[in-house]
């Protein structure tokens, strides 16, 4: 099957790389890409439970334990804290009403952001992907959490904290989770779901016990309710503080994304995501807020501030002051606890993860897409979960600890709120073409204000980055320029787009071919679009072969196949 437009086919050869760019887009672009699976191969194990804590397992990490006190530096008061908290949460929801919207256009669609980056813009022909999925597959990595999962099992273990102590039992947690992965969907969803009910046992027994706290419960923590007697008091009114306290609270919820790379494999996607991917959502910021609630009532708000440690950390000790012993044990849980953290989103990201990088290999985006589809040995993307464990061992292993890391790690965080940002452009973009096309309605569709929000706090989110930190532009995360990894990003995003171009159109030019899209059948019922090289003086014969499947294609969107 060719993947084309019929007025394409009927234009002048004088250029038709030139042509294909200036072409009317209509609803017809919507059939380019990769082709629709309408019977998953990977199965259907996604129920509305892994729904939920795919979701949690992914959005809840460390930073729980960490980020409340950066957040309270910042903005210098509990209430704004709060608020921020709170903004954090609905900047998510917006956005994930936008993916849900996309979901309903995109129901048999897996692959997430890159799947939907594809729809959103069609011209240049396969470009929004293409430099996603070069963003995606080299640059996006769980090394982070293997790391700090390597740091704290280690001191609760009471192993030495050495360099390769570290790396060693991070390569492993990545080997382990790969292996999970690779032998069965089903057995990592339930392996994810069990670490996800793990972490909002833990928060919800942190909760109940700062609610014992304020209501005088523990009778060794002094004025309890003491920090929220004037909740606004010390509020800062710095504004790197602030801008980098919203940053902060975006990240914390980073991951509610998770189950929309997985949507092909959930039995009946639209009505299942419409109501469990918002109620992880939900229960994530409930526990968020009682959390903060329960350290803000334990621990000092002068503490907080002026301590290095963990916020979690005070509030152990705080607790259970009784006994060294005492002391030791609840530092030791909460050692495991950080670490089982981690290791939840190592597990629930690499499963997202595998379908965003088989997707980019479906949509011809990766060399051999046969082997980026295949489903083979085990029912589920091999390939993709083993370049996944290539590019997060070699980042664990080969940058020295420090600047050199933290560079790496944050270099994909810039360009990732760019396509966020793009995305939703992409919306507006869908819905005018529909409406030019008469488009039905859909299930869901997000209110117009709401994806305004949401594009308005990614734009900001794109510009926060640029502000400098409070001390000067070398005091961020590196001892260089603060914003290099910034600038590093648009480089990413540059060089992926000279290699589009090279691809797509010089050396088609040049070689005196075009690039076209034709859909291959695997043997386990994979399927996925493979790049092929039409050499001009056929290039009209070839195109008039493949009409009928191209008007096959469109035929089965418009029965509700793959929706527009």
């Not at 923590?221 to 902060?248: D, E, I, W």
């Not at 360009?415 to 966020?420: F, K, L, N, T």
């Not at 290099?484 to 000279?498: E, F, R």
């Not at 030019?509 to 039409?534: C, F, N, P």
Request: hydrophobic residues 50%; aromatic residues 12%.
């Amino acid at each position: 099957m060719v993947t084309g437009s019929d007025e394409t086919l009927n234009q002048s050869r004088l250029d038709p790389i030139v042509e294909e760019q200036q072409s009317r887009i209509t609803v017809d672009d919507d059939t380019f890409g990769a082709p629709v699976e309408t019977v998953s191969p990977l199965g259907y194990h996604v129920d509305w439970i892994s729904v939920i804590f795919l979701n949690v397992s992914r959005i809840i990490g460390v930073g729980v334990f960490v980020t409340p006190a950066t957040i309270l530096r910042g903005v210098g008061s509990v209430g704004l804290s709060m608020i921020y908290w709170v903004i954090g949460f609905l900047f998510s929801a917006a956005s994930l009403c936008v993916y849900l919207e996309y979901l309903c256009y995109y129901p048999q669609r897996s692959g997430g952001i890159v799947t939907y980056l594809e729809k959103a813009f069609p011209r240049p022909r396969l470009m929004a992907p293409f430099l996603y999925a070069c963003l995606f597959c080299t640059l996006s990595t769980s090394s982070a959490a293997c790391i700090v999962f390597a740091e704290y099992i280690l001191l609760a273990l009471q192993y030495d904290i050495t360099k390769w102590n570290v790396r060693g039992v991070a390569v492993g947690l990545s080997t382990s989770m790969t292996l999970i992965c690779i032998l069965s969907t089903k057995w990592s969803l339930h392996f994810s779901n069990a670490i996800g009910m793990i972490k909002v046992l833990a928060l919800v027994l942190i909760a109940i016990t700062g609610l014992v706290v304020l209501c005088g419960g523990i009778p060794h923590v002094p004025n309890p309710g003491a920090n929220f007697s004037q909740p606004f008091y010390g509020t800062s009114y710095n504004v790197n503080g602030l801008v980098s306290a919203l940053l902060k609270i975006r990240f914390s919820y980073v991951g509610w994304e998770s189950v929309f790379s997985m949507v092909n494999e959930v039995k009946d996607p639209i009505p299942t995501l419409k109501k469990f991917a918002p109620l992880s959502l939900v229960v994530v910021f409930a526990l968020y807020m009682l959390v903060n609630i329960a350290y803000f009532a334990t621990v000092p708000l002068e503490k907080i501030k002026s301590s290095n440690e963990m916020i979690a950390n005070l509030f152990f000790e705080t607790i259970f002051p009784s006994s060294p012993d005492s002391t030791n044990i609840a530092l030791t849980v909460l050692q495991v606890l950080v670490a089982i953290s981690s290791l939840g989103s190592v597990i629930a990201a690499t499963i997202s993860a595998s379908r965003i990088i088989r997707e980019s290999g479906r949509q011809g985006l990766l060399p051999y897409p046969q082997i980026w589809a295949s489903t083979k040995p085990f029912n589920t993307p091999l390939a993709a979960y083993l370049l996944r464990w290539t590019v997060t061992s070699v980042l664990i292993v080969i940058p020295p600890p420090g600047d050199a890391f933290n560079f790496i790690v944050d270099l994909q965080y810039y360009p990732e709120s760019i396509y966020a940002f793009l995305l939703i452009i992409g919306l507006f973009l869908i819905r005018r073409r529909r409406r030019a096309v008469g488009a039905s309605s859909i299930p869901f569709r997000a209110w117009t204000f709401v994806a305004v929000f949401a594009l308005i706090v990614n734009l900001m989110i794109m510009i926060i980055p640029w502000v400098p930190p409070e001390g000067g532009i070398y005091a961020g995360d590196v001892s260089f320029f603060y914003a290099t990894y910034c600038i590093a990003g648009l480089g990413v995003i540059a060089l992926s787009c000279v290699i589009y171009y090279f691809w797509y159109v010089y050396f088609p030019r040049r070689g005196g071919y075009r690039i076209r899209q034709v859909t291959e059948k695997l043997s386990d019922g994979a399927q996925t679009s493979k790049i092929v090289k039409v050499p001009i003086e056929v290039l009209e014969e070839w195109d008039a072969a493949h009409v009928d499947d191209v008007q096959h294609l469109v035929g089965n969107e418009e029965r509700g196949e793959d929706q527009t």
